[in-house]
């Protein structure tokens, strides 16, 4: 399985790619939101894409909707991993067509937990 992961921090990059690779996903990383798009326009498409909400160039949110705006791309799953914690802010990034939602700090068991809702572990690390 593949997972792109979009951070304008390499530090949270690390540490979602490090989980996710220790998963079993392929992973792949991008700066900001313009840099994953760039990623999906080369032809690398994960089954999972994990999108910081603040970044510059292009957030998080614009990030969704340019995912769901175009059909090649609208069955990816899509997890917001951000700092905002607001019900408002997880609202409108689940309206905009995010599936999950992930509050930093987090632990690598809250991603896991996510991933097996979403149905997205591996058969060999399933609960």
């Not at 220790?22 to 990383?29: F, I």
């Not at 951000?82 to 067509?97: F, N, P």
């Not at 690598?108 to 060999?124: N, T, V």
């Amino acid at each position: 399985m593949r997972a792109l992961v979009i951070d304008d921090s390499r530090a949270m990059r690390r540490i979602v790619s490090g989980i996710l690779e220790g998963l079993g996903y392929e992973t792949q990383q991008a700066g900001h939101g313009r840099e994953g798009l760039d990623v999906l326009e080369g032809g690398w498409l994960p089954e999972l894409v994990c999108v910081d909400w603040n970044m510059p160039v292009m957030d998080g949110l614009q990030y969704v909707s340019a995912v769901r705006s175009n059909p090649a791309w609208r069955s990816m799953t899509i997890m917001m991993v951000t700092s905002e914690s607001e019900h408002t802010q997880i609202v409108r990034a689940l309206a905009a067509g995010a599936h999950e939602y992930v509050i930093k700090p987090f632990t690598a068991d809250a991603i896991r937990d996510k991933l097996a809702l979403l149905g997205l572990l591996p058969q060999e690390v399933v609960l």
